[in-house]
């Protein structure tokens, strides 16, 4: 009665050891990964220092414009220079999303035909204020003065060409910066002069970063017969982002003192070991991006292009950055009044899940962007004081304080955690350990085979002998 007993009890403690098991099995399957701070005293010199983009609140210089001749304009047919003048004027104020200035375009019953000996990439450059122009005097960077357009290069945006400092994805950077910093690579590239990028400051405080002094169009370099006015707009965002966030205007006779502080979240290596589907986020050379890495950024801005593609088949080159041309071919002027017929759509983000709630909404651009497992970003006080110059405007880009934040992922329940868990199941269920298992493991082996033996050897010896009578 004794040994059922016990039989019974070793039986439920064996099951329930199995489901408690099988539980903490299926956590570590399918892991969760958890973000928490690690320090808040990360030194900002070990962060790449924020990229600032600067654009003109007109992309057309109108002065320029007035200037083209028939070399920068080959004439075809009917078109003729009033209505080039026609197309930039609609183009000076062009926006991802705001097409509908385009409308002019429509309006003037611009035969299509007529302009598709025109590149519009091309005629925007020819119209756009050099670097020289843009900036007034010298650049301070640090601890010196530079020439401003050694720092700035050209750099197209959601506003079009624009000129940004420290940035990967600028005309002539992103061919040197392309695929930097996969999981093999270093966290830095080199550009044309040798210099190592994405540049980084040592310090915070006034003076401690980049201090630029612009200046801005004059009144009769603004397109005539439209709504802008003299100013520029700037973005300030990670150096690997393409510029196409959120921008702020500021008007002449302003200084802008930008006091930034980063925020910077890294995935240990062993959320890398960890399937998609459960860490819900993408390393750099999960999936190719733009300049041969992926970040959730960008790959929104490759999103609207798609869907430019998708409903004009073309795209609009002059907003982002140049691809294949044969896959993406640029949009004429028939691809512009596209461009306005469907502003709505582009318009308009559709979330990827939860569509229940969004029946009802008209159409829009769904895009299938997740979060990046390692980020940088950028959050900035800015304060504003007036000048009496109306014809500069002052900026003074610097960390607010010496340290930073640094978030942390991590797997909540890898392998040693879920060792540890059998092994806390295994002796409250089984009275076991690591000990038992080799013994129980033992006992089953090499002591059931040493029992085997001895039991047939002693069978040998004790067999009875045979004896023979003659």
């Not at 959120?246 to 502080?261: H, L």
Request: aromatic share 14%; with cysteine.
């Amino acid at each position: 009665m004794f040994r059922i007993l016990w039989g019974v009890l070793v039986l439920l403690a064996s099951l329930s050891f199995a489901v408690v098991s099988y539980g903490s099995w299926e956590t570590y399957r399918h892991p969760t990964v958890t973000t928490t701070v690690a320090t808040t005293r990360y030194d900002c010199f070990k962060f790449p220092f924020p990229s600032f983009t600067i654009c003109d609140t007109s992309r057309v210089d109108w002065q320029r414009a007035l200037k083209l001749t028939e070399r920068d304009v080959p004439y075809r047919g009917n078109i003729t220079m009033d209505k080039v003048l026609v197309l930039l004027r609609s183009l000076a104020d062009i926006t991802f999303g705001d097409f509908d200035f385009l409308a002019n375009i429509e309006n003037a019953n611009l035969n299509p035909r007529d302009f598709r000996g025109i590149n519009i990439k091309e005629l925007l450059q020819k119209v756009q204020r050099p670097c020289t122009e843009v900036f007034h005097g010298q650049c301070w960077w640090r601890e010196a003065f530079y020439n401003c357009c050694s720092l700035f290069e050209k750099q197209r945006t959601d506003l079009g060409f624009c000129y940004s400092f420290n940035n990967d994805l600028s005309e002539r950077g992103q061919y040197y910066s392309r695929g930097y910093g996969k999981r093999k690579g270093s966290n830095y590239w080199v550009d044309w002069n040798n210099e190592i990028r994405p540049r980084r400051a040592s310090t915070f405080g006034p003076w401690s970063g980049l201090r630029v002094t612009i200046e801005v169009m004059s009144d009769k370099q603004i397109p005539t017969g439209t709504n802008i006015t003299p100013g520029v707009m700037f973005y300030l965002e990670q150096s690997r982002g393409f510029p196409n966030s959120e921008n702020q205007r500021v008007d002449p006779a302003s200084f802008v003192d930008i006091r930034t502080y980063g925020i910077m979240k890294q995935a240990s290596k062993r959320v890398q070991a960890v399937d998609f589907e459960d860490r819900r986020c993408l390393f750099l050379d999960d999936r190719v991006g733009i300049n041969g890495v992926y970040t959730e950024h960008n790959c929104l801005v490759e999103c609207q292009r798609d869907y430019v593609m998708k409903y004009c088949n073309c795209s609009s080159d002059f907003l982002f950055i140049e691809d294949d041309a044969t896959k993406y071919p640029p949009c004429d002027v028939s691809g512009l009044n596209c461009l306005n017929k469907y502003n709505l759509v582009f318009n308009s983000r559709v979330p990827t899940s939860s569509q229940e709630f969004f029946k009802t909404q008209k159409e829009g651009m769904a895009c299938d962007c997740p979060p990046d497992c390692n980020s940088q970003q950028f959050m900035f006080d800015s304060s504003i004081s007036q000048t009496q110059n109306f014809s500069h405007i002052g900026f003074d880009i610097h960390y607010k304080g010496q340290y930073n934040l640094l978030y942390l992922s991590d797997v909540t329940y890898g392998p040693v955690e879920f060792i540890v868990a059998i092994g806390g199941i295994a002796g409250l269920f089984l009275g076991g350990s690591l000990l038992s298992g080799a013994e129980i493991l033992y006992f089953f082996t090499f002591r059931l085979f040493y029992h085997w033996r001895n039991t047939r050897n002693m069978n040998l010896n004790t067999r009875p002998s045979i004896k023979f009578v003659y």
